[in-house]
């Protein structure tokens, strides 16, 4: 596997169930990105994790619950979404050193989610 | 505010008509100004990074300018296989680590 992966692809889930996005980044970096991504709209960057520590939480509601075990693997855990919530989930890495953000982000390919 | 707009929303060019596409920001102090390019279905795959006023990079058939207030993404005699979703992305110097600001892109469909 090259790049960034993510799995599944494609999540159909109803407004009860629980769920989780998994990330895998093959690049050497150690930092981690969830995006959603909605029709119209430009992407909306979710949480930040750098060297496994987050860093960022942009106002996102608690039914989104982000895992970073190391520095190579993110989830993404879902609990009682809404139908609003239907998008697609892109986690993007990128490498950081001496606390400064390398400009260049890499995206997955994306997980398609639909909440019924 | 801090703001990235693209333009235009959509673009249909036949194969070989060369055009631009716009991206103009409003961020104070600006980092870095990227270009991604999306596949429908597909995560965006990097393109290009600016720095600075002035600064131009190419790749194949596509060449970026970043002037003080906007870039350009300037496509010479497309191909149907340029067809995709062309973004632009900004970082700011204040804001926090990988907060890209992104515009809603501009859609590129090349007829052959």
């Known amino acids: 596997e090259t790049g960034v992966t993510q799995t599944p692809r494609h999540l159909v889930m109803g407004m009860t169930n629980k769920k989780s996005l998994k990330c895998e980044q093959h690049l050497g970096h150690n930092a981690m990105y969830w995006y959603k991504q909605s029709a119209k709209k430009p992407l909306e960057l979710m949480f930040v994790?750098?060297?496994?520590?987050?860093?960022e939480n942009n106002s996102v509601p608690s039914r989104f619950s982000p895992e970073c075990p190391n520095s190579s693997h993110l989830f993404l855990h879902l609990h009682t979404l809404q139908p609003e919530d239907s998008a697609l989930y892109l986690c993007?890495?990128?490498?950081?050193?001496?606390?400064?953000?390398?400009?260049?982000?890499?995206f997955g390919p994306g997980t398609r989610l639909t909440v019924l | 505010e801090d703001q990235v707009t693209q333009s235009p929303e959509a673009l249909r060019l036949q194969e070989g008509e060369s055009s631009s596409l716009n991206c103009s920001y409003t961020v104070s102090g600006l980092r870095g100004l990227f270009w991604y390019r999306q596949d429908p279905g597909k995560g965006p795959e990097f393109l290009f990074t600016l720095y600075s006023a002035g600064e131009e990079k190419e790749k194949e058939r596509l060449k970026a300018t970043l002037t003080k207030k906007e870039s350009f993404l300037h496509i010479t005699a497309p191909k149907p296989e340029d067809s995709a979703t062309y973004l632009c992305?900004?970082?700011?110097?204040?804001?926090?680590?990988?907060?890209?600001?992104f515009g809603k892109g501009t859609k590129l469909s090349v007829k052959p």
């Open positions: 992305a900004v970082h700011f110097y204040g804001g926090s680590q990988g907060n890209l600001i």
């Open positions: 994790y750098n060297f496994k520590e987050q860093t």
């Open positions: 993007a890495s990128s490498h950081v050193s001496n606390g400064s953000p390398s400009d260049e982000q890499f």
